[in-house]
């Protein structure tokens, strides 16, 4: 059974860095032709779709975010990361990392994250 | 594309039928899904392709719909289907969620 779990700190300065980590198991990111995501949830905002990547690298970004973040993988530690720039109390929220079953659907979710972003 | 979701809270009693709505502000085809949300928990794949249930999920779980109006329906409440729906388009990038619908014990 596919599992991922989210990792990082939880609490960040506010125009610092923002960086999670999502370990994978019961599966190969490597070996899989499918892309990992990264979503967040806020009660102000819902779901928002952060961004995505192959084993190969190959990224796609949601355009409202795409300066501030990156999305790297590491195939070696079966795991992917999420960094988030100039961090503001907007970016407090849930972070969950996910598996793409296609498209933009996501069928396999961590538990979460939960980042607060504050002095 | 904003996606609107109806109503915000339906109580429904164990056993009867719950019909979702929700309505996206421009055609999206069938490029939907839906998904549960219980507290505490991640959200969980239900529908995707507007009507195509996800594995593992009772067939009490129907979706339906193309274009903008979409319906999620159950058609035998269970204890455990009491949680937040999201409906969810794919269609044109990056993808919008709807603010959900609470479904509670009435």
């Known amino acids: 059974q596919l599992q991922l779990q989210e990792s990082g700190p939880g609490l960040v300065k506010p125009s610092e860095t923002l960086s999670l980590t999502c370990a994978v198991s019961?599966?190969?990111?490597?070996?899989?032709?499918?892309?990992w995501a990264w979503i967040r949830q806020t009660p102000g905002t819902g779901l928002e779709w952060i961004g995505s990547i192959y084993f190969s690298g190959n990224t796609h970004y949601n355009p409202s975010l795409k300066s501030r973040v990156t999305v790297s993988v590491d195939t070696s530690k079966n795991q992917f990361s999420l960094t988030l720039t100039s961090a503001t109390a907007a970016d407090t929220a849930v972070y969950y990392c996910?598996?793409?079953?296609?498209?933009?659907?996501?069928?396999?979710w961590g538990r979460g994250s939960l980042v607060t972003v504050s002095s | 594309i904003v996606m609107t979701q109806s109503p915000a809270t339906l109580s429904v009693s164990p056993g009867e039928r719950a019909t979702l709505s929700c309505r996206a502000s421009?055609?999206?085809?069938?490029?939907l899904a839906w998904y549960q949300q219980k507290p505490g928990q991640a959200p969980r794949l239900v529908i995707y392709a507007a009507s195509t249930r996800a594995t593992g999920l009772p067939d009490r779980f129907s979706g339906s719909g193309s274009g903008t109006e979409f319906t999620l329906t159950i058609s035998s409440l269970q204890s455990e289907d009491f949680a937040v729906y999201y409906c969810?388009?794919?269609?044109?990038?990056?993808?919008?969620f709807g603010q959900g619908t609470k479904v509670e014990i009435k």
């Open positions: 019961g599966g190969s990111i490597s070996r899989s032709s499918n892309y």
């Open positions: 969810q388009q794919y269609n044109v990038w990056p993808g919008t």
């Open positions: 996910a598996r793409v079953l296609r498209q933009l659907i996501f069928d396999y």
């Open positions: 421009q055609s999206v085809s069938s490029n």
